[in-house]
């Protein structure tokens, strides 16, 4: 587990805003419409689905200080039609 909290922000610019908050503390971020494929273009690796998909929603720090973007919003989708 990671002890932190998830604190919404309003970003108009996602690349500008990643570079202003590129630390070490922030160890990943929750991506919403319209950044997405702005994610995607910001990821510095992306898993193979997000790639597939063209967005991203989750970026996550590597320990290297990297960010890799994910796509969780595929799964949602599939357990929303199988239910």
Excluded: M
């Amino acid at each position: 587990g990671v002890a932190g909290c998830y604190v919404p922000l309003l970003v108009d610019d996602l690349a500008k805003f990643l570079e202003a908050f590129d630390r070490p503390d922030f160890c990943g971020y929750s991506v919403t419409i319209p950044h997405k494929e702005a994610a995607l273009a910001c990821a510095h690796e992306v898993d193979p689905v997000a790639q597939r998909i063209g967005a991203v929603n989750t970026l996550v720090r590597q320990p290297d200080g990297t960010l890799k973007g994910y796509n969780t919003d595929w799964l949602a989708a599939i357990e929303a039609v199988e239910a």
